[in-house]
């Protein structure tokens, strides 16, 4: 109907939508980007600040899943800590609010983020689009997906940040044993160099004693001419070692400043990458290859087909769908039975009840799966009393050894 109307009447022009000039709340945005906005625009030191301060008993565990998991929660059901979340944003991100405040449209805020992404401004120019009066449903979606994105190229550099690394811990290590050579040769050199300023200053000293003695006796000034003229070229010959003496005690010193620089960038890489490294599994390549179209589990010659699973069925919940075909014939050839749910994605969260009833145990990727649907789990594991492990992120190594612990905890 209204596009007959507008054949009929192509001048008429309906009046644009009133704009809305203040920015929205964290309780006022759709539910399903809050996890991308806790986790991208707030550290996870400032979420620890903000449940002590609001008083949140939450275990936050070894990576902060937990206190993370709680405040996305939270941000949609508890008006104070949804307050407090805005607040926080806001305070931290107050450069890019007054940036983004200037435009009008969604087109604009794309083109906006779309430069902010480029320079790595990813938190501050998250939270202004996010909460920008002016941006709809389909500019939160494009923002959420360049985020997704952003992690994913953030794993394929941490691999890349351990090899640097391991070449890292292999120069260092040639670079202590240069130094240490270095430092013995320096040594030496500088207890030669006080042994001949020693020797020098004896010289002189016997030298100056005889000059002493004799100056009364030199009955012509030539004599004494030669004898002062030795005196001073003993001074410049001491003075030149000291010289070089200080030389090298400046060059032992620089090169010891070099190594705890070196080391000092070694601690910091370690630390920034020390995360990462514990989720990356070498055996990762192994597993996929094993697992290809064609491939059968037995031929993969590792201890994969050591894995019994002793006919326990095997409940995933949540995971990538191109991933399902290759956990099954995991499950499978390790003697499982295989049963999955997306999570709420496709299925009703009804079917996930009935699937209950035959699971051995629950598994399930935090980094693949909502929220909502991790707690229905934790609850039903709960009330039927199975075990459930949760897989720290969904790539098939890590699914292996999510098997192995269902194996061992049985």
Same mark, same amino acid.
């Given at each position: 109907?209204? %596009? ?21 709340? &964290?309780?006022?945005? %759709? ?24 008083? &949140? ?49 969604? =087109?604009? @805020? ?13 938190? #501050? ?50 670079? /202590? ?26 010289? @002189? ?17 030539? $004599? ?30 620089? =090169? ?15 630390? /920034?990458? #020390?995360?990462?490294? $514990?989720?990356?599994? @070498? ?15 037995? #031929? ?26 290759? &956990? ?15 999570? #709420?994605? /496709? /299925? ?63």
């Amino acid at each position: 109907m209204c %596009d007959a109307l507008n054949v009929l009447a192509p001048d008429i022009v309906p009046p644009p939508a009133p704009t809305r000039r203040r920015r929205l709340k &964290i309780d006022e945005i %759709d539910s399903q980007w809050h996890c991308a906005i806790i986790g991208t625009c707030l550290p996870l030191s400032e979420l620890k600040g903000l449940a002590a301060k609001l008083a &949140i008993a939450v275990d936050p565990g070894p990576s902060g899943y937990n206190l993370h998991a709680s405040m996305v929660r939270l941000a949609s059901s508890h008006r104070a800590v949804a307050k407090a979340l805005t607040k926080k944003l806001d305070r931290r991100h107050i450069v890019a609010l007054n940036r983004f405040s200037k435009v009008e449209t969604s =087109a604009d @805020l794309i083109e906006m983020w779309g430069q902010a992404l480029e320079k790595g401004d990813v938190a #501050g120019a998250g939270w202004a689009v996010m909460s920008h009066p002016a941006a709809n449903e389909d500019t939160r979606k494009l923002v959420f997906r360049d985020i997704h994105m952003l992690s994913h190229q953030m794993g394929a550099a941490a691999r890349a940040d351990l090899r640097q690394i391991d070449r890292l811990e292999k120069s260092n290590a040639e670079l /202590e044993s240069r130094i240490d050579r270095q430092q013995d040769y320096f040594i030496s050199e500088i207890s030669r160099r006080d042994a001949e300023n020693g020797n020098l200053r004896k010289r @002189l000293a016997e030298a100056e004693a005889e000059a002493r003695k004799f100056a009364h006796a030199v009955e012509t000034d030539e $004599e004494m001419r030669t004898l002062r003229a030795a005196v001073a070229d003993l001074k410049i010959q001491l003075a030149n070692e000291m010289e070089r003496h200080r030389e090298t005690e400046n060059k032992r010193q620089a =090169a010891g400043g070099a190594l705890a620089l070196l080391d000092q960038r070694l601690a910091q890489m370690a630390v /920034e990458n #020390g995360d990462m490294a $514990e989720e990356i599994r @070498l055996y990762e390549t192994r597993l996929a290859g094993s697992l290809e179209q064609g491939a059968a589990l037995g #031929g993969c010659g590792w201890d994969c087909a050591k894995l019994d699973l002793c006919g326990r069925c095997i409940l995933f919940v949540g995971g990538r769908h191109q991933q399902m075909p290759h &956990i099954r014939r995991l499950v499978e050839g390790c003697n499982g039975v295989f049963s999955h749910h997306d999570g #709420g994605v /496709e /299925e009703s969260m009804s079917r996930l009840h009935s699937l209950f009833g035959r699971a051995d145990a629950v598994l399930f990727p935090v980094d693949c799966v909502s929220h909502s649907a991790q707690d229905t789990v934790k609850q039903l594991c709960h009330k039927w009393q199975k075990p459930f492990v949760p897989v720290r992120r969904s790539g098939l190594g890590a699914y292996f050894a999510a098997l192995e612990a269902v194996v061992t905890e049985a």
